[in-house]
Nanobody, 116 residues
Framework: QVQLVESGGGLVQPGGSLRLSCAAS????????MSWYRQAPGKERELVAS????????NYADSVKGRFTISRDNAKSTVSLQMNSLKPEDTAVYYC?????????WGQGTQVTVSS
């Protein structure tokens, strides 16, 4: 049974930081491209950042470049998203995603709210 369990969301003031983590089980983790997506109320889900299985290549949405950093620990089957200089427009539910070929798995999401 595949499970992706996110943690680390919460309420933070503008300019603050949060670190999201996603623990995977039931998959050969190192094969999978891991990504973080987010969905704000009334908006479509969008890709925030992704990282290849070996961790050598990353990709970021333009809106988060220079502020967010994705990383993974294949020994622990975890992927993290360090979010700095948070803005109110970063408020959304953040989802962990694992993709390899036709296999596509999602976590349940964690709420991030940026507000003063």
């Amino acid at each position: 049974q595949v499970q992706l369990v996110e943690s680390g969301g919460g309420l933070v003031q503008p300019g603050g930081s949060l670190r999201l983590s996603c623990a995977a089980s039931g998959i050969y983790f190192w094969f999978y491209v891991m990504s973080w997506y987010r969905q704000a109320p009334g908006k479509e889900r969008e890709l925030v950042a992704s990282i290849t299985g070996n961790g050598l290549m990353t990709n970021y949405a333009d809106s988060v470049k220079g502020r967010f950093t994705i990383s993974r620990d294949n020994a622990k089957s975890t992927v993290s998203l360090q979010m700095n200089s948070l803005k109110p427009e970063d408020t959304a539910v953040y989802y962990c995603n694992a993709r390899y070929g036709p296999n596509d798995f999602w976590g349940q999401g964690t709420q991030v709210t940026v507000s003063s």
